[in-house]
């Protein structure tokens, strides 16, 4: 039995974000079929203030194939003690018999898979994918996205918000070295009109997005939320989620644990009956594309069902090198 260790290169060469947002719609349509499944993700605070607080996570997963589970840990603190902020992998193994084939490099697999959802759901419903991108934030969340969607899409131009403008100035280097046009944004109220997409990708307390009555959004903008994955944290402001909700445009990757996790829809109020479920949300996206009121909003908390389409492509990588070197 041969088991493959990837490191976070070998991982990441696995898993290109076009054919990683193909996995994930795959995975979506196991989930409706019911032939994949993962529990709520398990949470369980670990370290303290003082010694470092951080979170561990533990998400199961499988289908008739695999079974996967990955445990990473998230210490924001740790960027100071020159760590990752997220550090864990992904075991994976055969559904019918428990062997173990191959250990990702946990980091990776969440950050491409999480990019990659946004991609998915902006392939899905974003009114205009081939127009600009914000994206707010600047750590290692804001580079997958940013190369996830320069890879799935035609996007003409890239702007980068972050509180801390050494970081902004390296993901526009970066995102010129991917052959876009990449500008650093002093303030999002300066090229929100300007914009079709917004990718919000910060650990924020409060929204980092300005709220409905400026004038500045529009139904056909697109906003992917994804940093915000504990109560207390808070990318969107309320009006823009309970708009969304109004106009049946407020989607979610997954339902499950969201009532825990989403700050943003927490702290908006927002009635968890009327948040739509990608899976099926994908199903109708000519008619949520079509409806007016809102910018669509697409909350994202991670679900491990996304970590095992990764596992699947990988794996697909895998068996692929074993057919040519037969």
Not at 112 to 128: D, G, I, K, P, Y
Not at 181 to 196: C, I, M, N
Not at 292 to 312: E, R
Request: glycine share 8%.
């Amino acid at each position: 039995m041969s088991f493959a260790v990837l490191d976070a290169a070998s991982t990441a060469a696995r898993l290109p974000y076009p054919a990683l947002a193909r996995a994930i719609a795959a995975m979506l349509a196991e989930l409706r079929a019911g032939t994949a499944k993962a529990p709520p993700r398990i949470a369980l605070p670990v370290g303290d203030a003082e010694a470092g607080a951080g979170t561990l996570l533990v998400m199961p997963a499988c289908n008739a194939e695999l079974v996967m589970t990955k445990n990473i840990t998230v210490h924001p603190d740790n960027p100071r003690r020159g760590l990752p902020n997220i550090l864990g992998e992904v075991v994976v193994a055969r559904a019918g018999t428990g062997e173990r084939i191959a250990l990702l490099d946990g980091p990776t697999v969440t950050g491409r898979r999480t990019a990659a959802v946004s991609l998915l759901a902006a392939q899905s419903f974003a009114a205009r994918p081939d127009g600009e991108l914000l994206i707010v934030g600047a750590g290692v969340q804001a580079l997958t996205h940013l190369e996830a969607f320069v890879a799935g899409l035609p996007v003409r131009r890239v702007w980068v918000h972050s509180r801390t403008r050494d970081k902004a100035q390296a993901l526009v280097a970066h995102a010129r070295t991917l052959g876009v046009e990449a500008e650093v944004a002093d303030a999002v109220a300066t090229v929100l009109p300007r914009v079709s997409m917004v990718v919000t990708v910060t650990s924020s307390l409060s929204p980092v997005l300005p709220d409905l009555d400026g004038g500045l959004w529009r139904d056909d903008h697109f906003v992917a939320a994804v940093g915000a994955f504990r109560p207390e944290m808070c990318e969107l402001p309320a009006r823009l989620c309970l708009a969304a909700q109004q106009a049946g445009r407020l989607l979610a990757d997954t339902l499950f644990g969201i009532e825990e996790e989403a700050g943003d829809l927490l702290q908006a109020g927002v009635d968890w009956a009327r948040v739509q479920p990608f899976e099926s949300a994908v199903l109708e996206a000519e008619a949520i594309r079509a409806r007016a009121g809102s910018p669509l909003v697409f909350k994202s908390v991670g679900y491990a069902l996304w970590d095992l389409a990764a596992c699947v492509l990988a794996s697909q990588q895998d068996a692929a090198d074993s057919t040519v070197a037969n």
